[in-house]
């Protein structure tokens, strides 16, 4: 580096010189000065991390070149290196070229580029090499990856860290020397002397006080002295004063005056009331300041002003202006509208504004509100909300379609309520329902309710019984009656009848009839006695004239099948017929119940009378006769 704090330094010469000279440090390639500047360079190649770590081990750092003509003298003698060229102490840092070392950025004037260079040809080629002998674009700049390995290129400062007193000079390199450059208020070779000044110039004001602080020494360059006053007093003139590099203090010894604040004035549309303990307007002064309703203090932080110390009021001197309100606070809301009145200026106090809503809408918050006297609106703009009517659900044992043009059961909603067959609508007059501009819908929610039957439709017969079975409960929809008759009489109608959804019975209760069999005659050349007239239960017994005899079964019986148990038998001729028919009337009677044997042998005894005693005068009057067909005309 030829440069050092903007002075040039002559080190180029002395290092031709010991190049000359062919002075050669072993185990490294380098020239190197006595007390002045000095450049090395590796005997080995490195990439450039190793090269700067290396150049601040053995050296003072990196070479960071700073003009043209250091270049030059760089390239005259340095010698080419076997492997690659010479790495130099430049580095790309966030996009900007640098110069290590000194943090300064690569000016226009030291720029030192190859053809087309820098291009980042490789990408991340964030390093700079010198060419060096190349025979192209000798002494020539290209940036290349840090990691490439070339020669370290080093240089040597003859200036120590106590060449010159810290902080109060600075080492400039110069011709195989240094010298010390001293700050303003230091002299000397090393910078170890300092400038001071008078001490009887600082003196204390009356009613006031001075403090000095002596960073180089007692009064001397840059002490400072600070002057306050008392309270109530203010300084006239300047408060601080610094000894200067002229031995002389920067400003004269200022006086302390009393503090006296302006005058204030009593504003429109309110009061002032002041407490002044030491002088009107003075120090310590206090003045209120309140305003009429609807006004409010302007041009002020505080409604109480206070004389300070430093004869300023803690505020300015308020007036009172009416209150206004935001216009920003009064918002149209969205399907609505607001209409306002001013009676004092616009959106001022007392000022009134009026919200409504669109149709199908209605006002959420207060639908009014006022400009008070606190700057604030009464009430927070409303919102229009979109009529909502109650939630509706779907019935139980039924289905709701809604039409909902504006949103879910809201201002012009339909639902239409349909149940379930078995079901039928309660609790509403109407199956479908509308949602109205109140909120209300046209009718309160329709239920579902399971049909009911009259249970007063459901009578036992006579003779009869009935058994009902309830799946959605007593003579509700589906509900199923079953008749049965007692034995010996049978179901006239229908034995089964439900409940459906019309609310009546699939069918009228049925009655109980007795069982009837089909009439029957007596056989020819036969007779016939039954027990009843042929019903259920009945028996007949046939029997057959002299000379004939049964073919089938004597007895018969009433079924309740209302069928008889065997087929009618009829009578036959037959050679012995009068023992055959005694044979078999008791044959008969054997098998028939006792009442039907006793009126068989009294049938049979009745007809031989007859046949034996025709002629006869019987001492009975009245004869006996022969009944038929049933038993209740023989009791």
């Known amino acids: 580096m030829v440069f050092c704090n903007n002075v040039p330094l002559p080190g180029v010469k002395l290092m031709q010189f010991f190049a000359s000279l062919g002075l050669i440090f072993s185990g490294l390639n380098m020239w190197r000065g006595t007390e002045g500047w000095s450049y090395h360079y590796s005997a080995k190649t490195m990439d450039w991390e190793d090269a700067r770590n290396w150049c601040r081990q053995h050296y003072t750092d990196m070479v960071a070149i700073q003009n043209k003509e250091e270049i030059s003298h760089l390239h005259n003698f340095l010698p080419k290196p076997e492997n690659g060229y010479y790495w130099i102490g430049m580095r790309k840092t966030?996009?900007?070229?640098?110069?290590?070392?000194?943090?300064?950025?690569?000016?226009?004037?030291?720029?030192?580029?190859?053809?087309?260079?820098?291009?980042?040809?490789?990408?991340?080629?964030?390093?700079?090499?010198?060419?060096?002998?190349?025979?192209?674009?000798?002494?020539?700049?290209?940036?290349?990856?840090?990691?490439?390995?070339?020669?370290?290129?080093?240089?040597?400062?003859?200036?120590?860290?106590?060449?010159?007193?810290?902080?109060?000079g600075e080492c400039v390199e110069t011709i195989n020397n240094h010298t010390c450059s001293c700050f303003e208020g230091f002299y000397g070779e090393k910078c170890e002397h300092v400038v001071k000044c008078k001490p009887e110039d600082i003196t204390t004001p009356h009613h006031g006080s001075v403090q000095c602080s002596h960073p180089n020494g007692n009064f001397s360059y840059n002490s400072q002295c600070e002057y306050s006053c008392e309270e109530g007093y203010k300084i006239k003139g300047s408060s601080m004063t610094r000894c200067t590099s002229t031995k002389e203090w920067s400003s004269r010894q200022p006086t302390c005056e009393f503090v006296q604040c302006p005058e204030l004035t009593e504003p429109q549309k309110g009061t002032m009331q002041c407490h002044d303990p030491m002088g009107k307007f003075s120090y310590q002064s206090t003045c209120e300041f309140v305003c009429e309703e609807g006004y409010t203090l302007g041009d002020s932080s505080s409604s109480t002003l206070f004389c300070g110390a430093n004869g300023h009021w803690n505020a300015s001197q308020p007036y009172c202006k009416i209150v206004k309100c935001k216009p920003e606070d009064i918002t149209t809301p969205h399907h609505g509208g607001v209409q306002c009145s001013h009676p004092n200026g616009?959106?001022?106090?007392?000022?009134?504004?009026?919200?409504?809503?669109?149709?199908?809408?209605?006002?959420?918050?207060?639908?009014?509100?006022?400009?008070?006297?606190?700057?604030?609106?009464?009430?927070?703009?409303?919102?229009?909300?979109?009529?909502?009517?109650?939630?509706?659900?779907?019935?139980?044992?039924?289905?709701?379609?809604?039409?909902?043009?504006?949103?879910?059961?809201?201002?012009?909603?339909?639902?239409?309520?349909?149940?379930?067959?078995?079901?039928?609508?309660?609790?509403?007059?109407?199956?479908?329902?509308?949602?109205?501009?109140?909120?209300?819908?046209?009718?309160?929610?329709?239920?579902?309710?399971?049909?009911?039957?009259?249970?007063?439709?459901?009578?036992?017969?006579?003779?009869g019984s009935v058994q009902c079975s309830h799946p959605n409960g007593n003579f509700l929809y589906d509900s199923q009656c079953t008749f049965s008759c007692e034995e010996g009489y049978k179901v006239k109608g229908s034995s089964t009848t439900r409940c459906t959804s019309t609310k009546e019975w699939s069918s009228g209760p049925p009655t109980c009839e007795l069982i009837q069999c089909p009439a029957l005659e007596n056989p020819a050349d036969g007779e016939l006695i039954c027990t009843s007239d042929f019903s259920y239960g009945s028996k007949c017994i046939f029997s057959c004239a002299e000379r004939y005899r049964l073919q089938g079964a004597s007895e018969i019986s009433c079924t309740k099948t209302a069928e008889w148990s065997q087929e009618t038998p009829h009578c036959e001729a037959h050679p012995e017929a009068l023992v055959t028919e005694v044979t078999l009337g008791v044959a008969a009677a054997a098998s028939s119940s006792g009442l039907l044997l006793a009126l068989w042998m009294l049938k049979k005894l009745r007809r031989n009378a007859n046949k034996f005693d025709l002629n006869s005068n019987s001492e009975i009057e009245d004869q006996p006769q022969v009944y038929k067909n049933s038993i209740a005309s023989l009791i």
């Open 94 to 168: 966030d996009g900007i070229w640098t110069w290590v070392g000194t943090n300064k950025q690569l000016s226009k004037k030291a720029e030192n580029w190859a053809y087309k260079e820098p291009n980042n040809g490789g990408s991340n080629e964030d390093c700079v090499e010198m060419y060096i002998k190349r025979g192209k674009d000798d002494g020539k700049w290209n940036d290349m990856p840090c990691s490439r390995s070339n020669t370290a290129l080093c240089y040597t400062a003859s200036c120590k860290n106590d060449s010159c007193i810290s902080g109060q």
């Open 346 to 463: 616009h959106l001022s106090y007392d000022s009134n504004c009026e919200y409504s809503c669109e149709e199908g809408y209605k006002i959420k918050g207060s639908s009014t509100t006022r400009c008070t006297s606190t700057k604030e609106w009464s009430s927070r703009p409303p919102t229009c909300e979109l009529v909502q009517c109650p939630e509706l659900t779907e019935p139980l044992g039924g289905t709701m379609q809604c039409h909902d043009p504006k949103g879910n059961f809201s201002y012009q909603s339909t639902c239409d309520f349909v149940c379930d067959e078995g079901y039928t609508l309660r609790d509403s007059s109407s199956s479908t329902l509308f949602c109205g501009i109140t909120g209300h819908w046209n009718d309160s929610q329709p239920n579902c309710e399971t049909v009911k039957c009259k249970p007063e439709d459901i009578t036992t017969p006579d003779h």
